[in-house]
């Protein structure tokens, strides 16, 4: 059992799961604002051996040095890679404090995003006549799925389901998935060349798309961006997305990076996130929150 565990942010789960929190510390303090900087997230761990946090606040070098009880912190959001975390891990190894995330807990929010928006657009639902004279169907595209990591093979099944024609490109090719879906992969160049419509799913802070890739999306283009910020050079896509028949639809506002550029008359955003944002989401957050403690604590 932790000492004390700290929650120093809001974080995503539902109120019974919070209150099973009780049962790992005999101290539990959560705060529901976000701290405005390192002092303040300083101040709120004080003495903690466990911190919990989401995806809005960081716990940096100089947080873990100057925090020095801390045994475990539990990231109440997606984890894949140290590079893109908002926890430093290589200082917190250093110090021998383990840190646990999450994956794989609110993609399906996302494929519904996807189909909701485009079937908007495409069949007209709203009378802006942008993309066709006559309303269309998903079974009448050519679409691409960058990253082929959960949320993107979730939009490729669904794309599929609907009757488009996949393509994907990937770091790793998928030879399983694309028996399995019935989808083709294809370089980078000609997954964005041959496609009406575009899907990035990538990881954060990955900028996959650049002069080259743009400069092949002639013609009537949609791309949809849910990665966690833009997936793509910032001026190549400024130049490409003030181009005539060019669409861009993000669920935050950060996937389009600069924000003017939600102005335009043919950028859409909801402007909250598709994934991690239903009580089933919230759910599963919460049961992977609670298992990753509770095998630090069976291992420990």
Known sequence: MFNKLVIIEKINMLECDLKRLNQFAKEVIYYEDLPKDDEEII??????????????????KY???????IKYIGMCCSLYSKESANVDIDAAECKGIVVKGIRDYGDEGVLEYIIHELTEFLEDYNDTKLWDNYPQEISSLKCSVIGL?????????GLKFFGAE??????????????EI??????????????????????????????EQFNLMKGKKILFNTSIGPGFKQAPFEKWIKEENHFFFGD?????????????????????????????SYKRLGEKVINNIIDFLNNK
């Not at 980078?188 to 798309?209: E, G, Q």
């Not at 935050?252 to 089933?280: A, M, Q, V």
Request: hydrophobic share 30%; glycine share 6%.
């Open 182 to 211: 019935g989808i083709t992969y294809k370089s980078l160049n000609d997954c964005v060349k041959d496609s009406d419509a575009i899907f990035l799913a990538l990881n954060k802070n990955v900028l996959l798309l650049d002069h």
């Open 63 to 69: 947080v873990i040095d100057n925090c020095s009880n």
């Open 43 to 60: 101040k709120r761990i004080d003495d903690a051996d466990c911190v919990l946090l989401s995806y809005t606040s960081k716990i940096s």
């Open 252 to 280: 935050t506002l950060s996937t389009i990076g600069n924000n003017d550029l939600w102005n335009l008359p043919n950028t859409f955003t909801i402007n909250r996130s598709s994934g991690g944002k239903t009580y089933s």
């Open 166 to 179: 996949v393509s994907y490109y990937s770091r790793t090719r998928k030879e399983n998935l694309e028996k």
């Open 149 to 157: 990591g959960t949320s993107g093979t979730l939009i490729a099944k």
